[in-house]
Each structure stands twice: as C-alpha cells, then as structure tokens.
C-alpha cells in the first residue's frame, strides 16, 4: 500500500488531489501550503518540482515525514510547465484520485477559492477559476499585461472553439476519470499554451464546463516567468492545433 493509498476526502465527500508545479517558489510554498489545508483540510497536495536551485524541493521532502498528504515528484531539471502538468494529471490517474485542483503555486492563484472549485464539478467536469467572468477580477496588472491575456484568450476561443472566457488560467479542478479519457503523452504544448490545449483536448472527449469567479492576485514573492516570446509561443501551438482539428481522427 502505498502512502497516496490513504483516505482523502474533500468537502463533497471526493478524493481530492491538489496540484502545484514548481520552480523557484520556495517562498511561496512555505505559506501556501498551510494555507491550501485551511480551506481543504482533508486534500492531498502534490508539488511537481523542476530541481529548483532555491531548494524547493528540498523544503517539500522535509514537511513529508510529518505531513502524510504531502506528494513530491522531483525532476531532473526546468522540463517545462505542460511536462509538469502532465506528469501531475498520470499521478492523479493512477493513484484514484475522484478530483485534481491545480493552482499555481505563487498566491496568484488564492486557495480560498478551492472549495468554490470543488463544487463547481459537482454538476460539471470541468471547473475553471475565471478572472472574466462577473464577480471575477485581476488586481496587479499594467495595460500590457492585461492587453496579452486578453489577446491569448480571444484568439484561443477563435481558433479552438471554446466557449469559456478564461481559456490561460491554470486555477482549475477536474474530474480525473474525464483526465484519463486523453491520453496526455500526446499533447502538442510543453509550456503556457498547454492550458488552452487541455481545454481543447476535453471539449473534443465530450466534458462540461463552468466558470467560477476568482480574484487573481500578483504573485508575493519572485517573478512571473510568461513573457512575449511564451504568448507568441502559445500563439502557434494553438494554430497547430486548429489545423489538427481539420485532420481525420485515427
């Protein structure tokens, strides 16, 4: 048996894995991870660390002996946020969890929101935490920054068809049987195009979706790490993906 085997329940009587991708966020996490407990007690944690030079990782490993519910992957060095992701989606999978809550890990994303998530897919399978929906807001942000999300999520409603408004927020849960439908080694982004993608890939297996509206907060401590070059980035996967979907499926 192993120690991910034990019982997990969130609120709504689900078990629940809580999912954090990290590099660099050994400030954060420090704070961040008591404060995911206050509003999901029962919720298991999993950080996916990219060999962090700030010792992230190593500050996991050591809450692990006295905290049951805390997960580590370590990786062998920056493989990527969509790599990231993945490998946090296949622990959810094989390890049974009902649910997976993702946030990033750098108080943009506020865990007060989570239990607001988790009922979001009691009625749907997917549950996005949307800074443009009514009631949702982004506080922190100049002209530019707003103008280049505000860029990316139009042009990914164009060119994937998708309905919901907050398509580049990684603040979500899922319902993990509805993960396992994809099979995610195949995915086309390695970085912050890989939200959209994921948004893609389970409108086409036939899932539902609902926005809750979050406060998306600027990160307390270190840098954000999206630029330019990762939105241009974005911008191609996301053609690529529009053309795939012009392709017979196998």
């Known amino acids: 048996m192993t120690d991910t085997e034990s019982t997990c329940e969130s609120t709504n009587g689900q078990r629940t894995l809580v999912t954090l991708c990290t590099y660099n966020e050994r400030e954060n996490i420090e704070l961040l991870l008591p404060e995911i407990w206050q509003h999901l007690p029962d919720a298991h944690i999993l950080v996916v660390d990219d060999n962090s030079p700030d010792g992230t990782g190593e500050y996991v490993a050591s809450l692990q002996p006295t905290h049951p519910n805390l997960h580590l992957l370590r990786r062998a060095g920056k493989l990527g946020l969509g790599t990231a992701t993945v490998a946090a989606f296949q622990y959810g999978i094989d390890n049974g969890f009902d649910l997976l809550a993702n946030l990033d890990a750098d108080f943009s994303h506020p865990p007060r929101f989570l239990p607001a998530l988790v009922r979001g897919v009691e009625s749907f399978d997917v549950a996005i935490g949307s800074r443009y929906v009514s009631g949702g807001k982004v506080d922190g942000w100049g002209l530019g920054r707003h103008f280049m999300s505000r860029s990316i999520n139009l042009y990914a409603r164009l060119m994937l068809g998708l309905s919901t408004k907050d398509n580049s927020g990684s603040f979500r849960c899922y319902r993990v049987n509805k ?36 406060h998306f907060e600027e990160r307390r401590f270190g840098h954000t790490k999206i630029s330019w070059k990762e939105a241009v980035s974005a911008g191609i996967v996301l053609c690529q993906l529009r053309l795939e979907s012009f392709l017979p499926r196998r």
């Open 179 to 214: 993960l396992a439908e994809f099979d995610w080694s195949k995915s086309r982004a390695k970085g912050y195009a890989f939200q959209e993608e994921i948004l893609f890939r389970l409108k086409n297996v036939g899932c539902t979706f609902t926005e809750v509206p979050i």
